[in-house]
């Protein structure tokens, strides 16, 4: 896992990590929740990062099956 820088940079756009989803964290958590140089490391982890977060359907993935193997699906109904 990457280290956090402690000195993060300026927001750069990487990946799946665009402007737009960088805004939309930022409207998440409005402007009292967070101050500018948490936000900074926020973006910093979420550009690290990016390909662990799904913002829509068809960027999802599964887990890698050595660590998670595959469980048996249940009926919601016999439960």
Do not use: I, V
């Amino acid at each position: 896992m990457p280290k956090l820088n402690p000195n993060p940079p300026e927001f750069k756009p990487t990946g799946r990590y665009m402007q737009e989803r960088k805004e939309a964290m930022d409207r998440a958590h409005g402007d009292n929740f967070l101050w500018p140089e948490e936000k900074k490391l926020l973006h910093d982890f979420m550009r690290m990062h990016n390909e662990a977060f799904a913002w829509n359907d068809s960027e999802r993935g599964c887990f890698k099956p050595e660590f998670f193997p595959p469980s048996c699906c249940c009926n919601p109904n016999a439960l």
